[in-house]
């Protein structure tokens, strides 16, 4: 677990300089660099953007599938000033685990290849000097890390990765590194939770500090106007009047935290918070104590030519596609994107189902390599699974816990809940991640086809649900469709039936369909099917008011594995790969315009 993951920003007592740009790359097939010497230089590299995933920059396939080790390395001018400061790098994300070295010197390593970690690099720096920094990144998959999968060697010697997920295995600095200054003694973490009404607004606040210096907390509006002061490592803000943060109408108020000692200020950190509340009550999502109906997608981070980099470009894109298909929420699926997608949504106002990396917790879930007969909870992995998971949910959390956009957490995807196996490692899970929010946001994970009302037993554990169905494609597909529309609705007869009362979102459904294939009547990948399967989910939602939430699946097309089930990639997406509209989207975006909030 990371000490602190707040993130870096400039002002009179930090310094925050992105490393991004191109850097010296190596693929290591022998783990022969460390001993080599490949942490003080790279004998001929080649040269990689920064942020970006290597594989398709390539155009060979055994660059592009390339699994294994692989170095990046460059050399950072560090400057005079950053004299008596804390000198730290900040990877934003290293897909998948990650050995960090600075003049040769190992730092630090880090596995969990969706979020950020920091090294204290202050020892090892020659300031007013250039120094290297070198990266060994490793990008392969194992049923004891996160996400989950195998690794194989073929018979010509060459690795290759097989996931329990369809997203492809895209690897690298995907995410911006940060070279930061920041005071020896500071801050390293704060969390907000709040209470709401009509006219007033409590804003309880926690700091953690590497200081005995006194505390200073202020709460500006959009203004600027400063309407509330605190002191104290903990304390409230009463807002007089506030203005809340709302769905798709959001408020941004700047929390300022300042270090003071003998009237000096020794560090200060401000952020944008909102505030709103969230519960769960009965079948309803309440935000601000009144019900919401999501709207909206699950996603991927995933465009061409960069993979899975994070991309401002492409991320303003999408919300802008969200705004115009009158979305107001989407799920991070399959693990926690770029914190600057946090930052969209809270200015947005759009809210986010934040998943930890999660995936592949089923060996059926292989069966895009053909599936594999055993029960992943029954596994000799889980011990050292479990200790990755837990790990990366307390990041996540800590990461994001103070943006107004995340609603919820997703503890997994579609994990095999239905041997007993999964009992006792979801009852430590839930219990471990308890106290982790301040703010008590709701915990969930999503159910697969196979984890039903009648099979799952691990149905005590989500606060809300979370269903990935099929119907229509992967089972009951084309002209059965009418036979898979009654096998959803005899499913939620159950639900209705039982005496859970708990909301129910859709958090994937939908049909592969290729752009510009029509066909009158429909078939199967056709643009017309999209609609059709589309049509028949909503006509089931409309029929029962304990579903709160419809995300088909996916925003847009993305890359997966190759594989016979796939033509380069999931189709599967409202939205081609570039970011243009299947006709399902003029579809949602009428459907969903109409819908009002608490629909
Ligand atoms: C799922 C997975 C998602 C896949 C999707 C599909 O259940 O959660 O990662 O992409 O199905 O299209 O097969």
């Known amino acids: 677990m990371e000490k602190g993951l707040l993130y870096p920003v400039t002002n009179a007592y930090r310094e925050d300089q992105k490393l991004d740009g191109l850097w010296d790359f190596k693929f290591d097939p022998a783990s022969e660099g460390e001993q080599n010497g490949w942490a003080k230089g790279l004998a001929d590299p080649i040269e990689m953007p920064v942020p970006a995933s290597f594989n398709d920059f390539f155009t060979d396939k055994d660059a592009r599938e390339y699994t ?28 998948h685990r990650a050995v960090v070295y600075v003049n040769g010197q190992k730092i630090r390593s880090h596995e969990g290849g969706f979020l950020p970690f920091t090294a204290d690099v202050t020892a090892a720096v020659n300031l007013g000097e250039e120094n290297i920094i070198a990266v060994k990144i490793n990008n392969e998959l194992h049923r004891d890390a996160l996400p989950a999968g195998d690794t194989v060697t073929l018979k010509n010697g060459k690795r290759m990765v097989k996931p329990f997920f369809d997203f ?13 200054a920041i005071p020896q003694g500071n801050i390293y973490d704060y969390s907000t939770s709040y209470e709401v009404s009509d006219d007033q607004a409590t804003v309880h606040y926690q700091v953690a500090a590497d200081s005995d210096a006194d505390i200073k907390v202020s709460l500006a509006d959009e203004d600027g106007v400063v309407v509330a002061a605190a002191t104290g490592q903990k304390g409230e803000l009463v807002v007089k009047n506030p203005t809340l943060w709302q769905v798709r109408d959001a408020y941004l108020y700047t929390i300022r935290i300042q270090l003071v000692k003998n009237d000096k200020v020794l560090d200060e950190y401000a952020d944008k918070i909102g505030l709103r509340t969230i519960e769960i009550k009965g079948h309803q999502i309440l935000v601000n104590h009144k019900p919401i109906y999501l709207k909206g997608f699950g996603r991927h981070e995933d465009s061409i030519y960069a993979g899975r980099a994070f991309d401002l470009n492409v991320e303003r894109r999408d919300v802008n596609l969200l705004k115009w298909i009158g979305a107001n929420s989407f799920r991070s699926s399959h693990y926690p994107y770029d914190e600057q997608v946090y930052k969209l949504a809270d200015r947005e106002g759009i809210l986010i189902t934040d998943e930890v990396p999660a995936v592949g917790f089923k060996m059926a879930a292989a069966s895009f390599l ?12 889980i011990d050292e699974l479990y200790k990755k998971h837990i790990d990366q949910v307390k990041d996540m959390i800590k990461r994001d816990k103070n943006h107004p956009s995340v609603l919820a957490w997703s503890l997994c995807n579609e994990p095999d809940t239905s041997t007993e196996s999964a009992v006792p490692y979801f009852t430590k899970l839930f219990n471990d991640s308890a106290d982790l929010d301040p703010q008590k946001r709701p915990r969930t994970f999503t159910l697969n086809e196979d984890d039903t009302f009648e099979t799952s037993k691990c149905l005590k554990f989500p606060d809300f649900y979370l269903l990935n169905r099929y119907p229509g494609w992967y089972h009951k597909w084309g002209y059965e469709i009418s036979d898979g529309e009654a096998g959803l609705r005899a ?3 159950e639900w209705q039936n039982s005496d859970i009362d708990k909301p129910i979102v859709f958090s994937e459904y939908g049909a592969d369909t290729e752009p510009g294939l029509h066909k009158l009547p429909s078939i199967m990948w056709s643009e017309e099917y999209q609609i059709e399967l589309l049509e028949m989910f909503n006509r089931v939602f409309d029929d029962y008011d304990f579903i709160r939430g419809e995300q088909p699946w996916n925003l847009a097309d993305f890359q997966t594995v190759e594989g016979n089930m796939r033509v380069n990639g999931n189709k599967k997406g409202i939205f081609t790969r570039d970011r243009q509209p299947k006709a399902a989207a003029f579809y949602l975006r009428k459907r969903w315009n109409s819908l009002p909030l608490d629909y």
Do not use: C, M
């Open 370 to 381: 053909g599936g594999l007969d055993q029960s992943f909870f029954d596994g000799d992995w």
């Open 68 to 95: 294994g080790d692989f170095w990046y390395l460059k050399k950072v001018f560090i400057p005079q000033h950053f004299a008596g400061k804390k000198v730290e790098l900040r990877f934003g994300a290293a897909t």
């Open 491 to 493: 499913e939620l007869d």
């Open 168 to 180: 492809y295995n895209y690897s690298g600095l995907n995410r911006s590194v940060h070279l930061l």
